[in-house]
């Protein structure tokens, strides 16, 4: 039983292996304070660790000190204009144009398993495998209704949140702020750590002290962005990889976010995340609802470890979703930075064959196949081959490709549309703009307004042509500019709040619609490279595109903060050609292979080019995606050292779940050859199990490696690495 109600404490508890989260019912009123979450414990009466009798600030006592009250509990799901100064949760615009809102207990489910979010993305799991306490809130006055969801997973450290908001009234009522979660706990002298970044720089991990006062990140930009990711966690300054107690939370949504941190004057801190409350506005009227995204919450006592394999664990399982879901995915050659537009149907074959020489098992055709579209400035929207490149079409592409022995990959991008396309002329309203001001272009194109349904019908019929008539087995869905100017033909002065999240909502439904179309696509989402690397995405793509630098050494930044909180088999990573095309740096091709290996492999270069001695390499480099790959792509990841905190190395460490085996990558991007070598403390094997080492063939226990540590090799210059394993053996 993972969700429990103890009426004599009137305490709610969600339990999960290590983890315990509880709610009180306080004071006569029913108010909702935050009791307890952490490592797991027994017991049930912790009340009196929100301390809201100090002061006789309990409305019962004295309701004089209700203000007092109201910005000093520990409280579930905060509310503005009553007295809590702190972030708030909710906050509405009703029709008397008043904005305060205040919420009591009403009654509460416990529900086996988890209902489904649709049309909104979210981690799911059969009844075995969770529970779900919905605990409804109302607002008397407002008569407004908030159903709390909380989702505890019976094996797995990991609690979900959401709320569904329903009008009661028989008057409409506006949202101008619905948040998804807020927890409140003491301050114990947190640091923040967040994942900060830029285009071809995604996902650095950024950890500072927290401080009074607000603090957060957010992304105005439509998607979830690069800039920032939607995750935060509070860590105990002390904590480590390997210890200390973490809470972390993670946004399954692709648009518009907020994360805080609120340090209050009562030493609480306060962690909130929602859909970013500028330019939001939803109109409910009587009856209607509105159902924010989910927030995943992570708790681990034993460090960024604990937290990383929670995520991973559940993401795996429990939000990507298909046949790929559990398998290994194909070897890809993309021809991207192979060839950029610059290709024909002749040229894309001679690729083609030589991949298929080495073993490589899929081709996809990256952006120019469609439309005119000979660089970027026009033919998106125009879904159509381009017969000049492919005079065979798609289908005939697809076809010779198969017959090499491969599999066939295409691109689209269909949020958008360049200003020079067909479908600008025929339709210039299905792209947003103000009017009367001129157009904001990004990559010369503009974003689609996808709220509208006939928009989305328009993009889709011609994708479904696509794909239905040539054998695709794969697509990669890119997204190429930030949302501005975000105005729409359908809107009006009272829907303008909603365009937003109408148009993630938008993005969701077409994605939707060619899964249940082609429920066999391998379907990898992409957005400026790793734009849109967020959970939401993942309920759709077991992939994502990390980022459009392919260098082996800024990648390793890279992958490290995106595998912070999202597996190993999602991210998207290619060995690309050198001298690199983000940042002219040469590294061997050996580590650009290791560097790839951890995550979903491929190549992203012109073979035709490639030296013999780097061809021959490849079909080995294959042969270890396919055994070593796998202990990556399933097992407990482990950040042994980490190149962008040492600046000198990085070792990445990945255990399978029965401990039998294990990879370790270790790249050296600087030499070090004067110094002894680096003895390296592994960690995640079976102490009392003995596995045998790739390198020299030496056996030891689980706890020599662990305790005494392993040998990296020392290699001679720069930028080279090595792929070392472990396996279990019977002496
Ligand atoms: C951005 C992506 O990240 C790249 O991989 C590539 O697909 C280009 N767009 C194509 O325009």
Redesign the pocket.
């Known amino acids: 039983m993972s969700v429990s109600y103890n009426p004599q404490e009137r305490v709610f508890r969600l339990d999960t292996p290590n983890t315990t989260y509880l709610i009180a019912i306080v004071d006569e009123e029913g108010f909702l304070g935050h009791a307890y979450y952490g490592k797991r414990i027994p017991d049930d009466n912790m009340q009196y660790t929100m301390r809201i009798f100090e002061g006789n600030v309990v409305p019962s006592v004295n309701n004089r000190d209700r203000v007092a009250f109201y910005d000093s509990l520990p409280t579930e799901y905060s509310t503005f204009g009553l007295g809590d100064f702190r972030e708030s949760c909710l906050q509405v615009l009703d029709e008397n144009g008043n904005r305060g809102v205040g919420l009591v207990y009403q009654d509460h489910r416990i529900i086996p398993g988890k209902p489904s979010l649709e049309p909104l993305p979210a981690t799911y799991g059969e009844t075995d495998e969770c529970e779900t306490l919905e605990i409804t809130a109302y607002d008397p006055v407002l008569k407004l209704k908030v159903k709390l969801y909380y989702t505890a997973f019976t094996q797995i450290d990991a609690i979900t949140r959401s709320a569904l908001i329903v009008n009661e009234n028989d008057q409409p009522i506006t949202l101008t702020r619905a948040f998804s979660a807020c927890l409140d706990l003491d301050n114990r002298n947190y640091d923040v750590i967040t994942l900060h970044g830029a285009w071809s720089n995604e996902r650095q991990i950024n950890r500072r002290p927290a401080v009074p006062g607000r603090q957060g990140i957010s992304s105005l930009r439509g998607v979830s962005s690069a800039q920032e990711n939607p995750f935060i966690a509070l860590a105990e300054h002390t904590a480590t990889q390997k210890s200390g107690q973490v809470y972390a939370m993670n946004f399954v949504y692709s648009g518009n976010f907020m994360a805080n941190v609120e340090m209050s004057e009562q030493g609480l801190t306060r962690m909130t995340m929602g859909i970013h409350p500028n330019g939001f506005a939803w109109n409910l009227a009587p009856n209607d609802s509105f159902q924010t995204p989910e927030v995943v919450l992570v708790y681990s006592s034993c460090g960024l470890n604990g937290m990383t394999h929670t995520f991973h664990d559940l993401y795996r399982g429990h939000l990507c979703r298909g046949p790929y879901r559990d398998q290994r995915r194909p070897s890809v050659i993309?021809n991207?930075?192979g060839t950029?537009f610059d290709f024909n149907e002749e040229k894309i074959l001679r690729i083609a064959e030589e991949a298929a020489k080495t073993g490589i098992e899929m081709f996809v055709l990256?952006?120019?196949w469609f439309g005119v579209r000979n660089d970027?400035n026009s033919g998106l929207g125009d879904w159509y081959v381009n017969t000049k490149k492919l005079p065979n079409g798609v289908k005939g592409l697809a076809e010779k490709i198969n017959a090499l022995g491969m599999r066939f990959g295409l691109?689209f991008?269909p949020e958008m549309v360049s200003p020079d396309s067909d479908l600008y002329r025929a339709h210039p309203d299905y792209a947003f703009q103000l009017p009367d001001r001129p157009h904001s272009l990004a990559?010369n194109q503009l974003v689609l307004d996808l709220t509208r349904k006939e928009v989305r019908d328009c993009v889709y019929q011609q994708m479904y042509e696509v794909l239905s008539t040539a054998n695709i087995e794969y697509v990669?869905w890119?997204m190429?500019r930030p949302l501005t100017n975000v105005g729409s033909y359908a809107a009006t002065r009272e829907n303008s709040g909603e365009i937003y999240h109408r148009y993630v909502l938008g993005v969701y439904d077409l994605q939707s619609r060619m899964l249940r179309d082609f429920p066999n696509l391998l379907l990898e989402n992409?957005?400026?490279?790793?734009n849109r690397f967020d959970p939401g995405m993942l309920y759709y793509s077991p992939q994502i595109?990390t980022?459009?630098n392919t260098d082996a050494i800024d990648r390793l930044r890279i992958q490290e903060g995106t595998a912070l909180v999202y597996p190993l088999s999602t991210m998207g990573a290619h060995v690309a050609a050198c001298p690199s095309h983000m940042n002219g740096r040469t590294t061997p091709f050996a580590t650009r292979g290791h560097v790839a290996l951890v995550g979903c492999y491929g190549y992203?270069l012109d073979l035709t080019k490639l030296t013999d001695e780097e061809k021959a390499m490849i079909p080995k480099q294959l042969e270890d995606y396919r055994n070593v790959g796998d202990i990556f792509r399933t097992g407990d990841y482990y950040r042994l050292a980490s190149f962008a905190e040492n600046g000198k190395y990085d070792v990445m460490m990945s255990v399978s779940k029965d401990q039998s085996k294990a990879a370790i990558v270790f790249v050296q991007v600087l030499t070090n050859l004067r110094g002894r070598s680096i003895l390296m403390q592994l960690e995640g094997l079976d102490e009392n199990r003995k596995y045998r080492c790739n390198l020299d063939g030496s056996v030891r226990t689980g706890a020599a490696w662990m305790y005494g540590g392993l040998l990296l090799p020392k290699l001679a210059g720069d930028f080279l690495s090595a792929l070392i394993t472990l396996e279990a053996v019977e002496e």
Do not use: T, V
């Not at 992409?526 to 790793?530: D, I, N, R, V």
């Open positions: 993309n991207w930075e950029y990256d952006d120019g970027d691109w991008e990559r990669k890119d190429n992409c957005s400026s490279g790793g595109w980022s459009d992203e």
